[in-house]
């Protein structure tokens, strides 16, 4: 009696659960008797609120974007050639105007590099021309079904990937090389693959994997023989996300534009190799006589606007200035027709020759009747950390001005904190109590106290980024 060798492979797949995905193909003439060819822009924002709703990531807001933007002003701030690039751009509506107001926030959809995508599609042996949707399986009573969505339109498989899935940026998680382990064909790659997955190789994985931020596309170009299922890569890429920017403008002072302020991001690996953000980079490689369409979503921030009879103590070294350049520009309006309270504002940067963020800005609004002159109350205080032996950061900027700030704060005054999450926005509270402490004559514990006090009561904003 003959025994019949089950293929290892197909073994092996038995202990693979079903992907969470089901992705059907559509013949072409059916999709185009279906469903109409809509303009340019209403394609687009259908295409992307499609492969949104269809994609299994999660996220934030509706699927279709809020609105889509050009952009007019693409400006270096900072020094060429001093290491750090920040960008000032502006941006017109290009569909329907969005109303925001200052301290809000602009999530934009990058880009990603076409080359890229098409390596990624060839590597996957993908038919860009394909038409799919996404079905989302779902178990109940322990019957494994599919969801029907008859809403879900056909869209190109390539758009999909463009739109969906971050092959050129993000890094895969762990279940990814456990899943790719048993499409392995090669017996060195499956077991490098399985080594990777187990606890003894958890510390090479994250060596390989995340220190070096690889990406999707690069992991799969190490492992040749691996050809996973499209469900597979639907499920476990991660999903293209939107990035969130602080606006640094008022809607009062430029109708129907919304200004960003962006750092150019961009590192070396432990390994040396070049690594950069996917959304800064492809925002400054934009040229604003091109009419690149940029999907955009509008949310609301940490930062609520004030009332303008509200004093304001703003800390925002770096990028962190953003959102105050846009409370600065809407008081400025404001202070046109009405009263307004005074504004003090901490900026920080290294050097006052490289980086000196909106320099002639500041200047301007502190000079003479400006919201932030010393005739108004207020004041602009700069700290430049490198430009002395001994570094100098926002905190003290404002010990040295801690009268001004305890008069501020007694009056009433809201504090505003934007920038880095790493040591600033701790720092920036702790010379807060030394500051109250001081001033009032409190014991330590009474001005820690006082400060949390205020935070309770809705005012001390922070808004912090890493």
Known sequence: MTSILQDPVESEMTLLDQPKVEVRYHDIGEVNSQFSVAADLQSREKDIEMARLMSPGKFSG????????????????????????VRHFEFEFVSSTVRYEVGDVLEVLPGQNPAAVDVFLQRCNLNPESFITVHHRKQENGICGTDLDVSKVPIKL????????????????????????????????????????????????????????????????????????????????????????????????????VDLTVNVVSWTTPFKRKRSGLCSTWLAN???????????????????????????????????????????????????????????????????????LYRDFWSHHSQEEGVLSEAKGGGFFVAFSRDQPQKVYVQHKMRENSARVWDLLSEGAAVYVAGSSTKMPSDVLEAFE?????????????????????????????????
Not at 72 to 85: I, M, P
Not at 176 to 201: C, D, N
């Open 158 to 257: 390539k758009t999909f990937v463009e739109l969906a899935m971050d092959v050129s940026s993000a890094s895969p998680r762990r279940y990814f090389f456990e899943v790719m382990s048993f499409f392995a064909t090669a017996q060195h790659e499956k077991e490098r693959l399985q080594y990777f997955t187990s606890p003894e190789g958890r510390d090479d994985l994250y060596q390989y994997n995340q220190k070096e931020r690889r990406t999707v596309l690069e992991v799969l170009e190490d492992f040749p023989s691996v050809q996973m299922p499209f469900e597979w890569l639907v499920q476990l890429v991660p999903p293209l996300k939107p990035r969130a920017f602080s606006i640094s403008s008022s809607p009062s002072a430029h109708p129907g534009q």
């Open 434 to 466: 030394e500051i109250v402490s001081k001033e009032s004559g409190l014991p330590s514990e009474s001005a820690v106290r006082w400060v949390r006090a205020l935070e309770r009561a809705g005012k001390y904003h922070v808004e912090a980024w890493s």
């Open 286 to 356: 934009l040229d604003p006589h091109q009419s690149t369409v940029i999907p955009a979503w509008f949310q609301k921030g940490s930062l609520p606007p004030p009332s303008p009879l509200e004093p304001l103590i703003l800390i925002g070294p770096g990028t962190g200035c953003a959102p105050f350049r846009g409370f600065i520009e809407e008081r400025s309006i404001q202070s046109q027709s009405s009263t307004t309270a005074p504004i003090m504002f901490f900026f920080g940067c290294r050097n006052e020759e490289n980086d000196f």
């Open 62 to 85: 509706k699927s279709g974007p809020s609105c889509f933007l050009k952009m007019t002003k693409n400006k270096l701030l900072t020094k060429a050639g001093c290491g750090k690039d």
